[in-house]
Every structure is written in structure tokens, then in C-alpha cells.
């Protein structure tokens, strides 16, 4: 399943960062910007079939820790907020605190503990629900990087591409390996976002950020080989090797919503995605047959169903018959007779958008209950918005346009097909 990634905010004009990830392909989907916690209606639609992960601005979040008896771990809710009345300003009654799962050590434990107003999960609960947004998680946004280790920098006889190794095995970029940079520092708008350990860490205004980090061997995200910051988001959420994070959705903001047993994980969309893909070029071929007369160009039509039929299944020696051996990969994915129809359908519906602009072309596509979504490219937005209208012409369908970016002389866009009932 795609991911949504939000960096919620509480001040007015205090802008919300997003982006959507795509774990199966290890990539970014989409990024951008919002004025403020106002506008998160705008990503409702973004939100719908994908797992979302938030993040509260550091400067409402106070990271701490206790030292606590083992025996005191039993009442963690009574003690916690008991032990730290003295070092905060405001009454304990007013704030809410959240821990990680915490194991049983020794005769003392240290707990980390994260503090945040009740005002301040309120209002951003709030605007969740506003906008029909459904968040099991919500961390402090220090968590949005990656924790590295504390240690000093790599000995004398070790090599840089021993220093990346390591990193590499903990799942992140060679250029961020923690013996390289013991605290990471990401950059959003007029906000830095500093980690300085597996629970410390935190936000500070840009022009504060070298009195705050004076003392850090600080190490910039941006600065690195990275394309994408942001995408080092994704990637610390990703890792198996990070620390448990702090979930601020505890005791009375825990989440109501249950998930569905046996729901499918983001790897089994892929073949999914592949197959639909290969379906496509096989349902709109069968339409062009029947315009084709000459052999010359039905036999080019078929080869190039085979050779997309090859490089969507490369493990695939023997091809012999390209339609019956596609029917046994979606049979394998569990696709009722009535769900592949209903794919077929809204395929075929596509084929007059597609023959008006050539130019368009598929990269992504997934069909779920009755919906077909696909990520498309194209030469120009007027092309894009030429084939939503030409498809839409028919009245049977509803092709529908989600966020579109430009890069380099191209135009990237994703596309929502619904039947029209």
C-alpha cells in the first residue's frame, strides 16, 4: 500500500509538507506544499486507499526521559507525568504523554517520553477528521529521520566504502551512514528539523539553527547526493533497523479504527499493477485487430503485446499463448471473474482517449473495487487534460485528474476511472 506522509502544523501560516511514497517501487509519487492546517482538505483524496503517517511540528513537542524503578512500570500512566511535574511550565492536567513500548531491563529503566498540549492533539485530530482523513500514527516529527548511531567518526584504516556499507545496511543512504553524521538535520521551508538521537532531537527557525547546533556535528539532508530530501521520510519509516518511535495516538487519542485481518500488503499490489498493465495492452490490442487488414502490421501488433508480456514477466521463458497466460497470473492474484470483467470494462472504455493522444502513455496501473487508477505520461498538460475530456466523452465512464507535475519537458499525472452508475 502507498503511503501519505504529512508534517501537520499548528500556527496559522505555518505551512504542512506532504509527500506520497510508493514502498513496491521504492519511490516517490508526489510531494508538496500547504499554507497552513487549514488546507489538509486538499489531500482527502490522497488519502483515500493509502496508509498515512503524520508527524507534529517539534516546536509543540517536548522530548524527554525518566528513570524509573521496574517495578513502577506497571503504572506508567500515574508515574510519568508525576515524575516530570517539576520540569514543566504548564500543569501536568493539560498536557498529554506518550512513551515506546518500554521492556524490562534491569532493577532501573529509562523511559523517553514525548509531551504535547492536549490542545495542540485536539486541533490536529480535529482537522483529520474534518477532512475525512483516517491516522493511526502520529509522531514527533524528529522521527522523520532516520536515528543514527552515536559513535565517532570511522578509524583511520577504514574506507569510505566500508562507512557506506554500513549504512547501506541499515537501510539508508550510503551518504547518511550514521559514523558519517551523528545528527541529521532536514530542512522544510523557514523550519530544521534536527535528530540527534534514537528519542532527541529538535525544530528550530532557520536563522536559530547554528546558536541551536553549535556543539552538533550536524549534517544536512539537502547537502547530500539524495534527489528528494524529503524521501528520507519514507525511507526512516521503512527501516527495521530504527528504534521503536514515539506514537502520540495513546490512551485517550488511541485509534478507534480497526484494520481489516488479511489485508493485502503494499508488495502484493505490484504484480497486481504489472498484470493490469499487460491486460491493458491485451484488451486494447483485441480492438485495433479489427481494424487491422494487413499481416504485416497485425504480426508488429502482436510481437509488441509479446515483448510487454516479457518485460512485465521476465522469469517467463515459454510464451505461448499471451491471453491464457495472463489469466493464470490474475487468477493467482484472486480476481473474481466478475472483478476481471469489471477491469476489461473500464479498459476498453479508454481505447478512443488513447487513440486521439499518442502521446499519453501508461506507467502505473491498479484496479480496486470498481476503480481503475493509473499514473500516466504525456508530451503536455493540454494533452493530459484532451485525453480526460475525450474519454469522458462516452457518458459510461468518469476519468477523473489527481495531482500532475512537469518534469523535464514531460508531464507526469495520475488519473481516477470510475463507471458511471
Partial sequence: MEQLFIRLSSQPQEPLHWLIWSPAQAELIASGTLKDLSEI??????????????????????LTSVQLPKSALRMLAQVVPNSLEDELAQDISELHFAWPPVKKSADSVEVPVAVVAHEAMQQWLQALDDANINCDEIFPDVFMLPAAEEGAAPAPDQGADQSADQGADQGLHPSLAPSLAPSLALTLGDTVVVRTGPYSGFSTDASLLEVMAQDLNLQRVEETDIEVPLSIVAQAYNSYSQPARINLRQHQYRSQRKKRKGQKTAASFKPAAIAASVLFVVAYATQVFEYVQLGQQSDQLEQAIVETYKEAYPNEKRIVNVRAQLN??????????????????????????????????????????????????????????????????????????????????????????????
Avoid: W
Avoid at 474519454?391 to 507526469?412: L, M, R
Fill in 41 to 62: 482538505g486538499e489531500l482527502t483524496d490522497h488519502a483515500r486507499s493509502r496508509e498515512v503517517v503524520c508527524f507534529a511540528p517539534g516546536t509543540d513537542v517536548l
Fill in 328 to 421: 493464470q497470473h490474475m487468477d493467482s492474484l484472486g480476481l473474481e471473474g466478475s472483478e476481471k470483467a469489471s477491469l476489461l470494462a473500464l479498459m476498453s472504455e479508454l481505447e478512443s482517449a488513447f487513440k486521439a493522444n499518442r502521446d499519453v502513455r501508461l506507467q502505473l496501473l491498479r484496479y480496486e473495487v470498481d476503480t481503475l487508477k493509473m499514473q500516466v505520461k504525456a508530451n503536455s498538460f493540454a494533452s493530459l487534460e484532451n485525453f480526460r475530456k475525450v474519454a469522458n466523452q462516452s457518458g459510461t465512464i468518469t476519468v477523473e485528474q489527481g495531482p500532475v507535475n512537469n518534469q523535464a519537458g514531460a508531464v507526469s499525472g495520475a488519473l481516477t476511472v470510475k463507471k458511471d452508475s
